[in-house]
């Protein structure tokens, strides 16, 4: 049985984390990543799209062929795919959504880790209940951030990283 300190974290070579004392001191994690955060953002907007549209085509096939007997159910499944998404890719083996791959983008703990499916169901479902009231205007936040952090990101615990710059998982 292996102890962790506090403090930070026990690094295995090639593990992908990053040590705590670490995170806060190499600005390189961080070059970029609001642009390229942005970029992700949209990114998974059209991934999303594509899945809630073909939710909505399956959602009117199952009203047809059960005269209407799941619709509830499938309007609720539709409504929740953006938490799923959001947690089951984040929480996942990449902890990263597609656009964040494809954008070279990681999210840790603060003290480096990698988060779990609950820390990204928190994250994912802080983002949408702070920015969808706002229309956004609350992610502004992140530009006056030294680590360019949201208050989704904040509240939730987490940092958003360079894939690269960390090195293989």
């Known amino acids: 049985m292996s102890e962790r300190p506090s403090s930070s974290i ?29 970029m992700a ?46 947690t089951w890719t984040i929480g996942g083996s990449s902890h990263a959504t597609p656009g964040m791959r494809a954008m070279d983008l990681t999210v840790r703990t603060w003290d480096g880790r990698r988060p779990g499916h609950l820390q990204a169901l928190l994250m994912t479902i802080l983002f949408y209940a702070t920015t969808v009231p706002t229309g956004g205007l609350v992610l502004v936040i ?8 949201c208050l989704h990101d904040h509240l939730s615990g987490v940092v958003m990283v360079r894939r690269s710059v960390i090195g293989p998982a």
């Open 41 to 86: 953002f949209f990114i998974d907007w059209v991934v999303l799209f594509c899945l809630l549209a073909l939710g909505h085509l399956a959602t009117c096939t199952t009203t047809v062929m059960t005269f209407g007997a799941l619709t509830p159910l499938m309007v609720l499944a539709v409504s929740l795919l953006p938490i799923i998404y959001g």
């Open 142 to 149: 992140a530009l006056f951030d030294r680590r360019l952090r």
């Open 10 to 38: 026990i690094l295995r070579p090639g593990s992908g984390d990053i040590p705590a004392a670490e995170a806060l001191q190499r600005p390189e994690l961080f070059e970029g990543v609001l642009f390229r955060r942005c």
